[in-house]
């Protein structure tokens, strides 16, 4: 099972989440966050914590930006020693415990300097520092043996297009892109370069607004073969989407990479990141995993936090334990749902007209519209109104949920 | 003014819609449906409406689904003999008055053959029936002279992908497209063929779900060359997008072919296709229309109809007056905002760092992640922040609305 | 179990759906819909239909719209006159079975005569039809031995205020629900009056919006005493609640008076109607159930249609046995979780500082800012942050779903 | 025109807003939050800029919180002293300038203590804690001549009803107003108390979601003649409403208060306060304000922020100048719109049925089903079809725009 889950605590959610929100300060007072410790000092403490819950979780994998992990230093130089020597107690702490990161990243959004975006700035300057950060950030995670490094866009979109060159900032991102790949290369990484899709927050939009849109992205630019997408739950929906659409789109191209596992609110218009608790959407979920023949080297990263009001260290446990049983709960059954093979017999047969005669001329290109019309006109009537029975795969379905 | 906004009456909302909904009948009784005609008898009525309302508003252009003008016959074959004597009728009004046609259509998505899809229909025999409908359509299109061919694909998407296989119905209809492409040339057919996104309704999700998901679509099956894209306001807002967005982002990809000129309601989660009457909105459309040069051979259609208790023909004419003027209006403003200049020469400042030196080496791929870093360090502090100044520029925009 | 559920079928939905939307025409072709057969013949073999159903299923409630059982007239007395005909079958099967109507409705949306609304038309001519036709429609209830009459305002509300008198309509809304109040204690009814909320379509705006819209309007005009409230989930969530917030809104308020049981889409924007098959959200709408002590003379009303694409007579069983068995899960759901005491005491506990002490002095309204200032000057640090502990709220409502 | 307008500047956003979002930190270092100065330094020299800002907008009037304009202390009494002390510089400013407050009010959600909610709190000595904060906050509103007092429920809401018991917690919420229009009462402060509408944000649901379910909350605690309504815009957004369907809501009630000018983005699911800069949607909100015969003692009070990006001090006049400008362009067209009289006129006649005979009878109660039933048989036969003619009302209304 943890081979098809693989399930990856985030960091900064679970270790620098402190509550703070629009409307109010901090609520969670962490040990590792106490006040008379210096920034240092609470980084390794975090890191110590973050060890110390894998392994009472029993769970191989986590995942990290680079400033959530180390604080940022007065400059750049100096935010990248703390890195370091972060990097080097987390490596210490790997070998000890046979854990590894599911995926690394750059975090090019939280800094003054970031406000209008990171590879999408319109000043060249801020361009150059990002890539310095994002390649300090691709160094470590090869170091610590990371099977992915994550780009997710936080400001690279627009408030207005008022003020905007969107094709400019576009072309920008694509070199910023092309630069990481070639970046990779160059140093040996291994590792999956993953596209994270967010609609919109906190932008009012944001360029890799959904799986098609990145895909489209991609495309445009050649760098298909480069990316593939880490999907999370509370992205998709914002984009008006379910999480199964956005994996299935992903599957299909070929670039479903990793997962983000959490869960929004439907009535909400912003990222909550609940942990996942539903067991209908999970087994949906893990359906398409299994049609994907798992993640690997992508995983389910707990992309969630805890509710603003719960500030116990248990509540903080009892939330991942929920959403790995979650997760397993799902896995079986879509293990259930396929092992009965019911819905997929359905699903084939509907489609049977295509597997031979006209069908399978029209799925192989051997057949135009004029071929179609005379066949249409020599069987001038209406198809069969076949009933999608749509009621009857959900009655299956619950049968397993 | 005319050249730019082409503007076009949309047969189907002005001469066929009857205010039936969800929850209730007709309550427009035109005189060319009166239940004493038969329906090839209001066809003609309505054909003969068509062109006099078009020349009571001094219109040139209109556009059409083959259904609409013609009705249905009990086969294939005499449909398509009704649909030729409507022609022909259209075409001799057309010789009296010089309009044209901006675009024709194939209505695919009402009868309940089409109920699954029409490309994507999970039987082959419908996917025969479609095809030999559009082809007679698209012929029909080019008798009358028509500039453009839309394809809006109504119920091509799914209700649930419990009972669908996504990936074989998007080949289906990339078959189908190329099938389009291929008989257009082959009948010397010059207009320009359009997708027409929209996200969802009737169906839960519509594969050409917005602007990138159809550019995305048309890359990954070589069809980029052969389509562009009709972009509908209300479609747009339905995908969580401004229509600006859509526009932008099609003009960028050099696909910007034409304009269903209607609005929603920004609360409502369906289709309401309204006159737009909004000043500033279609000033900020106009803007793109002016950077991509015009529209033609596309235009503006006004796929748009009257409210369901708005029962007078002469409100049919107030509503396209209303229209046409909200049209030229925006044009003005558009154009007065490009006369002045402060905008677009706030914009060009904003982004010139990328002109020369660093940035323009960056736009022209000639430095990667290395050099940027060596930069980084030897400039080792933040950048200046530059103020993004949405609301100068939201103010010089209120000058001219 | 069906003392609790009191499960019915929604006469439109079942018998009279035809799988028409916006955009295309009728795919179900139902035996009691041939169109050989006259209007009133086809409403005759509806209702056998409906009843052989009902036997069927088991169940023991159907309900029903005066124009979807009997068709409208050229007059309202021939209207009228097919109503009674119809409603003297019905009654003569309800005999025969034991069945009976949870509740019986006036359809005033449908007609354009009602497209301004019904008692909010600006007409007075209409007002007046209007409340013929309830009337007729409640005594035709109250004959069949219907256990509530409800109210859904269709076209109560408004496209625009542009043209709209708010307040002069929804005074008209009042005494038109002050005349049914009075009607129902002429005629001895001793049903429940149900108001049913719905905040848009087919209006852009509805008057009753949600449960505490609609008790608002009931407080103002004096009408509380009169109406109690008929929930639907797919209306809850249209304005922006979830399904139990509704519920338990009108619970505390008294005036939780019986459910529309179906389902709708969170990422679309219309009322889907869908039959509700998800676990976790039948729990918790059954855990209100049980705190309400019941819903009778309420129940479950299977508001919900099939999807279009289903067109097999099997599937409209199908629907309402899933439909049915996942009422039935969800109650044992909530009763097992309610059994297991657990999430109750932690609900408890938490507010029981206002138990005793200063807590029960501010509930009874003995205490005053000037007594709290005090208390908080002497106390006059920080209260304790206890967590909100959501999830493992969530965790153990999980293990019953 | 400053009469009708009355506007405000908001002490929170204009000097507080440092640019801070759930994705980053401060972009904006205004001078008077110098990190050099001292908490009461920094807000003495913001109290200072407010005043110069007024000055040099020539604005009458400003709203705060009591936490923004003072910094909180260890202690409640050491908050109080913060207060006391800054309150006292604001009122010497004010007599130097003539400039007073529109409102004042007591931020009761940014403290860790009031994760869970104030008055709706768990916990009752967190009750007691914003009891004495509201106290305080009202009685320096009292000092400085404030002319409303307003209350924004800020976590006065749930996250889930899984671990909340609504019906305790609205009890609550109704005896913590009581105490304060007890308390107003007593130490005679004439101001209006207003309470403020938001659907959700932070909380998932908040129990003041709209105008109607504030109302509704009133009524049933008998609050309703002691609390009027504070309209915000992005909030009405956020509920699904129109700004002027939720005054318009209030002003029939008789509870419209005042406004918090601002917008939001309608494409997104949070509360963006922008400056309202567009011209319809503000020449309807002032026609409501026409109807009510203006707003005063209540305003237009601009609680609008700067987009984060935009970070010179300049920018923070431009956007309230624009502000200004734009309630002033909407105020001229509600009053050409007024003096042109057709829409009026539209609407009377629209509904003119019930001004005399039938219409009237049912206006005044006189009448009942019996009789209407009687008039309609008498009259049998569908009533006319009058068009609504919303198009035209929308040509005439953007004459004015």
Redesign the interface.
């Known amino acids: 099972m943890a081979e098809w889950i693989r399930p990856s605590v985030a960091f900064w959610h679970t270790f620098c989440g402190n ?1 703070a ?7 969670k007072f962490w040990p590792w966050r106490a006040p008379e410790l210096s920034a240092m000092e609470q980084a390794e403490a975090a890191m110590r914590a973050n060890f110390e819950l894998l392994d009472k979780l029993g769970l191989d994998f986590w995942a990290f930006h680079d400033r959530d992990i180390a604080p940022a230093g007065a ?3 100096e935010s990248n020693a703390n890195l370091d020597k972060i990097a080097k107690l987390a490596s210490k702490l790997q070998v000890q415990t046979g854990v590894r990161p599911l995926w690394g990243t750059a975090q090019l ?8 975006g990171a590879a999408t ?9 990002a ?2 950060q ?3 950030a691709m160094e470590v995670t090869h170091l610590l043996g990371g099977e992915n490094f994550v780009f997710w866009g ?2 690279e979109g627009y ?10 900032e ?3 991102l694509a ?1 910023f892109l ?3 790949a ?2 990779k290369r ?1 140093i040996g990484f291994k590792g999956t370069l993953l596209l994270e899709p967010k ?4 932008m ?2 944001q360029y890799d ?2 799986v ?2 990145t ?3 991609l ?2 630019h050649g760098l298909e073969k480069d990316y593939k997408i880490n999907i999370e739950t509370n992205h998709a ?6 999480m ?2 956005e994996m ?2 992903a599957r ?2 070929g670039v479903l990479g990793s997962v983000d596992a959490n869960t929004g ?8 990141d609940q ?1 996942l ?4 959407e999970t087994a ?1 979920i893990m359906s398409v995993v299994l049609k994907n023949g798992g993640l690997a080297p992508g995983g389910f990263n707990f992309d969630a936090k ?7 260290v248990e ?1 903080l446990v ?2 991942h ?2 959403g790995v ?2 997760l397993a709960r799902g896995l079986r059954a879509a293990v259930a749902i396929q092992e009965d093979g019911r ?1 997929a017999k ?2 084939t047969d ?2 049977a ?2 597997d031979s ?3 399978a001329k ?2 192989a ?1 051997q057949i ?3 071929e ?2 005379a ?3 020599e ?17 299956i ?2 049968q397993f ?1």
């Open positions: 509550g929100d629009p409307f109010g300060g901090a609520t400059t750049l130089r959004f939280a800094e003054p300097q970031y406000m209008h700035s319109p000043q060249a300057s801020v361009f150059a520092r890539s310095a994002a390649k300090k936080g400001r408030t207005s297009l008022l003020n905007t060159d969107m094709g400019r576009q072309e920008h070199q092309k630069m990481a070639a970046h160059k609609p919109k927050e906190p009012l939009h607004w959904d098609a849109t895909l489209s992205f495309r445009a929906t914002l984009a008006g989407h379910t199964v659409h299935e789109t299909l191209a609110d439907s009535l909400t218009g912003w990222d909550t942990f608790t539903e067991p209908r949906r805890l509710r603003r009001e719960s500030v116990d509540d009892l939330a334990v929920a049983d979650t819905l359905l699903v509907r489609y007209s295509y005669g006209l069908g029209i799925e290109g135009g519209w004029t179609l019309e066949w249409a006109l069987h001038d009537e209406q198809a069969d109104h076949l009933s999608g029975k749509l009621e009857l795969y959900e009655r379905e619950a949920i």
